[in-house]
């Protein structure tokens, strides 16, 4: 039998044409094939499969592994600064242990200074050569005034430290106590002085303690108005016309409200000019009242002062008023005040230029009338550069009769600066003045000063 023979009695028997007999049989090896390789591919997706989340599983354990690790780092860190914070040497402020909480503070100050006056040269060593002191001022004979050299001084002795804490009981009570100190005190041995080391005695400014309202110790005047002193390279600058007193009181404090009752002490000139002294012989405290209003605006302040002035067998009052403040202008601009006015209070201004009082041929004490003021002019260039202008003086109505012509009728001076701040706390400045003063026999000199200074606080 042919092929072709059993190609049609296959298809007779089946039905089906010889070539579909052929595809299916071609489908059930590829079926019969396809099976496994199916198989196969399924297990080599569950193996990728498998194999990634492995890799998952692994990066996931090598994240936890490094977060544990930086953790561990973190806290060894924070320790390290615990017992870094736990060294003395490096506490910072405020410190608070026991409910009580100390802090401490201060600045190293450098000041050099070219003075230049026209009748005498300011006696070395003085206040005056460091800072500005108008009674200081040479004056001699009209037409006799002495051929000077400007004169240079450089200083750091206006350096202070300051230490306090504050406690408030579980009951509410504020209890504070304050401390103060710089070394413009002087040599405190023969190796004090320019020639060899500039050693310079600690000097004690403000000592106090205060609770709730009541303050006692030794500060500022309450007559004294600190938050209207203007920006100066100098110590002071406006001595002629502030009021300027640091002493030992009792103080009384209730909202815009503050009274004191403070150190008396007399400074009288001698009858006929011959001098001046100080007497302690008052009785009775200096009593100062003081109200102050505050704002957005700046603040405003009014003072009175009531005085006993006892020297030997005689007494005397006094009694006065100042008024002083701060006003801002925009942003940028503020003006800064102070006058004042009385009798018998010349050792409350211009560091005792003039006196409280005078003795008469016999002895009796006679109050000397004055006033004083200044005005300064800040402005803000940008928040590192800063400057003013001020003017101060100071004007005393003596009795020439008893005080003679050779005593202060008036001073004034005029000043100039800029201050730089290239770093917070940190402080560089120059400034220029002129100061004048004038007896009661018309006799005159003047200073002029260029001044610098480097001031860092802490």
């Known amino acids: 039998m042919t092929f072709d023979q059993e190609t049609r009695r296959g298809r007779a028997r089946t039905g089906m044409p010889v070539t579909l007999r052929r595809g299916a049989l071609a489908l059930a090896l590829v079926g019969m094939l396809g099976a496994p390789l199916s198989a196969f591919a399924d297990e080599a997706r569950e193996a990728a499969l498998e194999a990634r989340i492995a890799e998952l599983e692994r990066l996931v354990s090598q994240l936890v592994t490094q977060q544990a690790e930086t953790s561990n780092q973190q806290q060894a860190i924070k320790a390290e600064v615990a017992e870094v914070k736990a060294k003395p040497a490096a506490q910072s402020k405020p410190i608070t242990t026991s409910g009580t909480d100390f802090s ?4 190293i100050k450098f000041d050099a200074m070219v003075t230049d006056t026209s009748d005498g040269e300011i006696a070395d060593g003085s206040a005056g050569r460091m800072f500005y002191v108008p009674s200081t001022i040479p004056v001699t004979a009209n037409g006799a005034e002495p051929d000077v050299d400007p004169y240079t001084d450089f200083g750091a002795q206006w350096s202070r430290f ?31 002085n320019e020639v060899s080391t500039n050693t310079h005695a600690l000097t004690v400014r403000h000592a106090f303690v205060s609770w709730n309202h009541w303050l006692a110790g030794q500060t500022w005047s309450n007559f004294q108005d600190t938050g209207s002193l203007v ?35 007399t400074l009288t000139t001698n009858y006929g000019g011959a001098g001046r002294h100080t007497s302690g012989d008052s009785v009775l405290p200096d009593i100062t009242g003081r109200w102050t209003t505050k704002g957005d605006w700046g603040h405003f302040s009014v003072a009175g002062l009531v005085r006993q002035l006892h020297d030997g067998g005689d007494t005397t009052s006094g009694a006065a008023i100042s008024v002083a403040g701060k006003f801002n202008v ?28 005078v003795q008469d041929m016999n002895g009796d004490l006679k ?31 003596n009795d020439v009769a008893l005080t003679g012509y050779g005593v202060t009728e008036t001073s004034h001076s005029l000043r100039a600066n800029l ?26 000199g003047d200073l002029r000063r260029l001044a610098f200074t480097a001031k860092y606080s802490f």
């Open 104 to 107: 401490y503070g201060g600045f």
């Open 162 to 192: 300051w230490f306090s804490t504050t406690h408030t009981t579980d009951a509410g009570d504020s209890f504070k106590s304050y401390i103060e100190a710089d070394v413009f005190g002087g040599g405190s041995n023969n190796l004090g």
């Open 330 to 357: 925009g942003s940028n601009d503020d003006i800064r005040y102070m006058v004042n006015y009385g009798k018998g209070f010349g050792r409350y201004f211009a560091f005792g230029q003039g006196t409280d009082a």
């Open 419 to 444: 201050i730089y701040t290239p770093f917070p706390r940190l402080d560089v400045g120059a400034e220029v003045s002129y100061g004048k003063r004038a007896l009661e026999d018309d006799r005159e």
């Open 367 to 397: 109050a000397i009338t004055a006033y004083s003021g200044f005005a300064g002019w800040r402005h803000a260039f940008s928040s590192k550069l800063r400057g003013n202008l001020i003017y101060s003086a100071a004007y005393y109505d």
């Open 231 to 265: 920006d100066t390279v100098d110590f002071l600058g406006v001595t002629d016309g502030t009021i300027f007193v640091r002493q030992a009181q009792i103080r009384y404090t209730n909202g815009p409200w503050s009274f004191s009752l403070e150190n008396p002490k």
